[in-house]
């Protein structure tokens, strides 16, 4: 099975900046659509952005859209998300996930699309 593993979450200032990396093991990396998901307390989770296998095509949500960037490295097996000038509500458990079936950009914005995800990472944002 694939193993999806989170880092560089912690707590910033409203304004700052982090990049989240996720790093996968256990699968062939570069044939993978990836993702990155938040959920708050007492919210669903929520596609935050995605990435086709070749870094082509990528999707984010409306309420990040000019703030984050995803992006991946296929030779590291890794996928990014640099998040700057953060806010209070990006406050969430940022999980990454991929999707081994080479589903169309729409099919990625639902978590159902996804088969592995990764544990989480904290980002907290504080005013």
């Known amino acids: 099975q694939v193993q999806l593993v989170e880092s560089g979450g912690g707590l910033v200032q409203t304004g700052g900046s982090l990049r989240l990396s996720c790093a996968a093991s256990?699968?062939?990396?570069?044939?993978?659509?990836m993702g990155w998901f938040r959920q708050a307390p007492g919210k669903e989770r929520e596609v935050v952005a995605a990435?086709?296998?070749?870094?082509?095509?990528?999707y984010y949500a409306d309420s990040v859209k000019g703030r984050f960037t995803i992006s991946r490295d296929n030779a590291k097996n890794t996928v990014y998300l640099q998040m700057s000038d953060l806010k209070p509500e990006d406050t969430a458990v940022y999980y990454c996930?991929?999707?081994?079936?080479?589903?169309?950009?729409?099919?990625?914005?639902?978590?159902?699309?996804?088969?592995?995800w990764g544990q989480g990472t904290q980002v907290t944002v504080s005013s």
């Open positions: 996930a991929a999707d081994r079936g080479r589903s169309t950009t729409a099919q990625l914005l639902r978590t159902r699309t996804y088969d592995w």
């Open positions: 256990g699968g062939t990396f570069s044939n993978y659509a």
């Open positions: 990435i086709i296998w070749s870094g082509g095509s990528t």
